[in-house]
C-alpha cells in the first residue's frame, strides 16, 4: 500500500518535470476554493478536479490500473483528467480583470518563466520536407526498388533510417524493426546484433543470415551502410554493387539475392 | 491536385465537422458554432469508428477500401442531416447572429482587438515552429505507418508496421482505428499519410484544441466577455511553454499531434469537461425540462463513445471522469442551498459509459480469446 502511494506520488513528481505549472495549478485551486462564488465554475474547476485527483491518488485505483488496464508506465496519463491549463488560466483571468493589460503581461511573464519552452533547440530540429523525415532517407527509398512486380524488398538499414524509412515507403520491409533496438524492450535479435552493434561488419556472417534460402523471397536485396563503417571487407567483393549515396549513406544493392528471388518464383506467375 | 488536396482539406476538415456537429447540437439550448465545430469531430469520430471496427473484425485482411465505400456515404448522409436540422431549428441564423455580434465588440475595443491579434499572431507561430520543426518521437514508427500502410496496401493491421511482416491483429491498438481515420482522409484527399500527419494535422488539431479551450472559457467567462480574448492568449502561452516534461498533455500536443493519445488529451478530455459543465447548466436549472436534460447526456454518451477511436485508455478516463461529474451533480443537487442526493445524474453518467464497457468487453473479448480464433 505504502508503495502504491510512492508510485503515486513519483508519477505526479515526474509529470511536474522541471517547470512550476504543477505549483501554478495548485495555487489556482486553492484560489478558486477561496473566491469562486459561481456554482457551475466550481462544479466543473474545483470539486470534479478534486474528486478526479483523490481517484488518482487513490491506492486502490491504482492497483486496478496496473493489474487489469495498463503498465505503471503509463499512470501518468491518468493525470490529464486533471484540467491544469484550463483552471489555471480561468484564476488568471479573474485575478486580472480589475487591470487586465497589466495584469496580461504578468501572467504571460508567470507562465514563460514557470514552463519550458517547446521546441528548443536540442529537442528539435529543422524539417527537411513536409514528411518530417531526413531527405536522404527519401532518396535512399527511391533508389530501393523491385525488379519484379509484385515482391516486397527487404532493406537493411541503419539505426538512424530505422524508424523513418517505412514512414516514407511501406512497400519496403526491414530485416529488424524497432523491436530490436529498444533497450527496454529486452528483445535480442542476431540481424541487429550483427549488421549494427558489431564493431566491425563481417560480411560473410551479415550476408550468411539475410541471403538464407529459408528467408525465401524475403532475402535482403538493399544494405545502407554509413560513409565510415568499419567493415572487415568491401562489400562489393561479395557481390553488391553500390547504387546510390546520399546524406552519408550508401546503399548496396545485393545481385544474388536478387537472382535467389527470381530462382525461388521461376515458373511462377510473378516470372511471367 | 493541389488544389484538391486543398478542397478536400477543407471539406474534410471544416465542413463536415461543422454539419456533423451541427446534427446533434442543434436541438440544445446551450449552443455555439465553435462548440458544434468541435463536437461534430466527436461525432465523426463515433460514426468512423461504428464502420470501421466492424470491417477491422470481419473482413478477409481486415479490407480497408470497405472503409471508403461504406464511411462516405455514412458521412455525407449524416453532414445533409446536419444542415436540414441546423436551418429548420434557426441554429445556423442564431449563430450568424452571435459571431456578428462577438466580432463588432472585439472590432469596437481597441483593447480587444490587440488581444485577439496577438492570440492569432501567438497561434500562427505555433503553427509554424509545428511545420518547420521536427520533435522526434518513436512511436511514430507504429502509429503513423500503421495509416500509411492502410493508404498503401489497404489493408488495416494485417502486419508489423516496424518490418512489414505479416502479423497477427494487435487488438490493445487495433481497436483504436484513429490511424484508419487518417489513412481514410489520407485516401480520399489524394495526400501521403505521413504528410498529413506532420504538415496538415497539427494545423487542424492546434486550433481545434483551442476552440474547445476557448468555448470552455467563453462559457466559464460568461459575463466578462471582455477577458476571453486574454483566455485564449494565456492558453497558447501555456501550450507553447508547457513542456515541462514529457508527459503534459501541451506536450503530446505539439511534439505528436497527430497520435490518439494527444487527441484524447487535449480535445477529448477537455471536450468532456465542457459537455459536463452544459449538463451541470441543465441540472441545475428549474426552467429545464427532462427532455433538454436527457439531450444534454446524450453528448455525453457521444463523447464516450468516441473515446474508443483515439486509446482504450481514454476510454477508462472518460468513464471516471463522466461518472464522477454525475456524482457530484447528484451530491450538488439542484438549485442553490438545496443539499439532497439526486440519483438521476449518477444513474444517466453511468448509463452514457455504455458505449465504453461495450468497447471494453470486445477488447477483453479478442485479447483473452484471440482474433478469429
Not at chain 2, 438549485?335 to 459509459?353: D, E, N
Amino acid at each position: 500500500m505504502v508503495d502504491n502511494i510512492k508510485d503515486v506520488f513519483r508519477v505526479i513528481w515526474e509529470f511536474r518535470g522541471s517547470g512550476f505549472l504543477l505549483v501554478l495549478y495548485v495555487a489556482a485551486l486553492i484560489y478558486l476554493f477561496i473566491t469562486e462564488k459561481n456554482k457551475k465554475t466550481r462544479f466543473l474547476l474545483c470539486y470534479l478536479p478534486l474528486l478526479l485527483l483523490l481517484i488518482y491518488l487513490c491506492p486502490v485505483y491504482y492497483r486496478i490500473y496496473v493489474l487489469g488496464i495498463d503498465a505503471v508506465g503509463t499512470y501518468y496519463r491518468n493525470l490529464w483528467m486533471i484540467p491544469v491549463a484550463v483552471t489555471v488560466v480561468y484564476a488568471a483571468c479573474r485575478a486580472i480583470s480589475a487591470h487586465r493589460i497589466i495584469g496580461g503581461v504578468i501572467v504571460c511573464a508567470v507562465l514563460v518563466l514557470c514552463g519550458k519552452f517547446t521546441y528548443s533547440a536540442a529537442e528539435s530540429v529543422r524539417a527537411e520536407n513536409a514528411y518530417h523525415i531526413p531527405q536522404y532517407v527519401c532518396e535512399l527509398a527511391d533508389e530501393m526498388t523491385q525488379e519484379i512486380e509484385g515482391v516486397e524488398v527487404y532493406a537493411c538499414v541503419p539505426l538512424e533510417m530505422l524508424f523513418y524509412l517505412r514512414q516514407y515507403d511501406t512497400g519496403i520491409c526491414l530485416l529488424y524493426g524497432r523491436e530490436a533496438v529498444e533497450p527496454v524492450w529486452g528483445y535480442y535479435d542476431e540481424y541487429y546484433e550483427t549488421y549494427e552493434l558489431a564493431e566491425t561488419l563481417d560480411w560473410d556472417k551479415m550476408l550468411d543470415l539475410s541471403r538464407s534460402p529459408e528467408r525465401g523471397i524475403g532475402v535482403v536485396t538493399y544494405f545502407v551502410v554509413p560513409e565510415g563503417r568499419d567493415m572487415d571487407s568491401d562489400p562489393e567483393d561479395h557481390g553488391l554493387i553500390r547504387v546510390a549515396d546520399s546524406g552519408g549513406y550508401i546503399l548496396y544493392k545485393d545481385t544474388v539475392a536478387i537472382e535467389h528471388i527470381k530462382e525461388v518464383l521461376k515458373d511462377t506467375l510473378y516470372m511471367k | 491536385m493541389i488544389i484538391l488536396q486543398i478542397l478536400m482539406c477543407i471539406l474534410l476538415f471544416a465542413a463536415a465537422p461543422l454539419c456533423m456537429g451541427m446534427a446533434v447540437v442543434s436541438g440544445l439550448k446551450v449552443r455555439s458554432l465553435p462548440f458544434a465545430y468541435a463536437f461534430g469531430f466527436l461525432v465523426m469520430m463515433v460514426s468512423f469508428e461504428i464502420v470501421t471496427v466492424p470491417i477491422l473484425l470481419l473482413t478477409e485482411y481486415a479490407n480497408f477500401h470497405y472503409v471508403i465505400y461504406i464511411y462516405t456515404p455514412i458521412m455525407l448522409a449524416i453532414c445533409v442531416f446536419g444542415v436540414i436540422r441546423s436551418l429548420k431549428s434557426g441554429f445556423l441564423e442564431e449563430a450568424a447572429r452571435n459571431l456578428n455580434n462577438a466580432l463588432a465588440r472585439i472590432v469596437s475595443s481597441r483593447e480587444q482587438l490587440v488581444v485577439w491579434i496577438l492570440a492569432g499572431a501567438v497561434l500562427i507561430v505555433i503553427l509554424v515552429l509545428t511545420l518547420t520543426r521536427v520533435i522526434f518521437d518513436g512511436d511514430d514508427a507504429y502509429y503513423v505507418v500503421q495509416s500509411l500502410i492502410a493508404q498503401q496496401k489497404g489493408t488495416m493491421y494485417s502486419s508489423n508496421p516496424y518490418t512489414g511482416r505479416a502479423a497477427a491483429i494487435d487488438m490493445r491498438h487495433a481497436l483504436a482505428v484513429f490511424p484508419m481515420w487518417i489513412a481514410y482522409v489520407g485516401t480520399v484527399s489524394h495526400i501521403h499519410a505521413t504528410v498529413l500527419c506532420h504538415s496538415v494535422l497539427p494545423v487542424v488539431f492546434i486550433p481545434l484544441t483551442l476552440i474547445v479551450y476557448g468555448q470552455t472559457g467563453a462559457f466559464l467567462l460568461k459575463d466578462k466577455k471582455e477577458l476571453t480574448g486574454y483566455f485564449v492568449l494565456f492558453i497558447e502561452v501555456f501550450i507553447l511553454f508547457g513542456r515541462v516534461s514529457l508527459y503534459t498533455p501541451e506536450t503530446f500536443l505539439i511534439a505528436r499531434t497527430w497520435q490518439g493519445k494527444s487527441v484524447a488529451a487535449n480535445v477529448l478530455l477537455p471536450m468532456t469537461f465542457l459537455v459536463l459543465w452544459v449538463v451541470y447548466t441543465y441540472e441545475s436549472s428549474e426552467d429545464a425540462g427532462l427532455k433538454d436534460i436527457r439531450r444534454a447526456w446524450i453528448l455525453v454518451a457521444i463523447i464516450n463513445a468516441s473515446a474508443g477511436i483515439f486509446s482504450s485508455l481514454a476510454v477508462v478516463l472518460t468513464c471516471v471522469i463522466q461518472v464522477s461529474g454525475g456524482v457530484i451533480m447528484s451530491v450538488l443537487g439542484r438549485g442553490p442551498g438545496k443539499f439532497k442526493i439526486r440519483w438521476r445524474p449518477v444513474l444517466y453518467s453511468c448509463l452514457c459509459c455504455i458505449p465504453g464497457f461495450v468497447y471494453m468487453l470486445l477488447y477483453l473479448y479478442y485479447t483473452y480469446f484471440g482474433w478469429r480464433s
